[in-house]
């Protein structure tokens, strides 16, 4: 098994190197007169994908005319060959390619995706020379933004209104803590007026609400998602 596969792997390697410099390719087909050259990326590919940080990544390739030649995937940095057809030579358990024959398709998943993994991938099609298609892998860290930040000026005795989004996030946090200065926020607190309205849609927003501002309530805070990296904001009360 090893003994037919590995040739095949030298194969796409020294592709990739020669890629450029090759023979024509041979698989020349003709329908109604019009010559169509080999295999070719079907065009919708999108070469620009954003991933979660701690979630899968998937990346799609998907070949026309595709024929007996099959589709590889490398990862562009160190040029490792990660899948071909439907086999994974990385021994990153992360990597795993699911690929479809009939439909010339091959989806590389990668589990738990790091910062690390973010950068260039190549989708290969083994032709002679290859063919190749670049996809830009982007890795997010889900992060709470504060509207206005880093600083706002609030007269005294209006209302603060702190406004806190969630960016990246694929589900509504579990829970939003708010502090001021280091102390959570307490909404029983003598001081009163004080109110968070939650607004959990694609993108979940809080608003921290204090009536009627006054010098005390100047200071920083914070919104602290269960799920993202916290944000702060500077109130001046004015
Ligand atoms: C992909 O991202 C790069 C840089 O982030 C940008 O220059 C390019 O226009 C993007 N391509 C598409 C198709 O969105
Ligand atoms: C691929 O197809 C071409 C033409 O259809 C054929 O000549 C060639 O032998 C095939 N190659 C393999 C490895 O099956
Ligand atoms: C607080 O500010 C946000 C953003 O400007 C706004 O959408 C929201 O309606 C405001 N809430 C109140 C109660 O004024
Ligand atoms: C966060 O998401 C909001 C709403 O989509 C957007 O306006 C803002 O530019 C995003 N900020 C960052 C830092 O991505």
Known sequence: MLNRVLPFVIFVALSCVLNGRGQQDESTESVDGSEIIGP???ANIPQNVTAIVGKSAFLRCRARNLGNKT???????????????SYTYTTDQRFQATYNKDLGESV???????????????????TQPVRSLFVHLEVVVPTAVIWGAPEIFVEKGHMIN???????STEPPAYIFWY???????????????????????????????QKAD????????????NADVASVRVHVT
């Open 71 to 85: 589709l590889a995937w490398l990862r562009h940095r160190d040029v490792h060959i990660l899948t071909v057809g």
């Open 40 to 42: 070719y990326f079907d």
């Open 215 to 226: 010098l005390a309530d100047s200071g920083r805070y914070s919104c602290s998602p269960s």
């Open 180 to 210: 001021h200065q280091d102390e959570v926020i307490n909404f029983d607190s003598a001081r009163g007026g004080v109110s968070v309205i939650t607004e959990k849609a694609d993108i979940t927003i809080s608003h921290l609400l204090i």
């Open 108 to 126: 590389l998943e990668i589990k738990w995706a790091s910062i690390r993994d973010a950068g260039l991938f190549e989708c290969q099609i083994s």
């Open 162 to 168: 702190i406004t806190c989004t969630i960016n990246y």
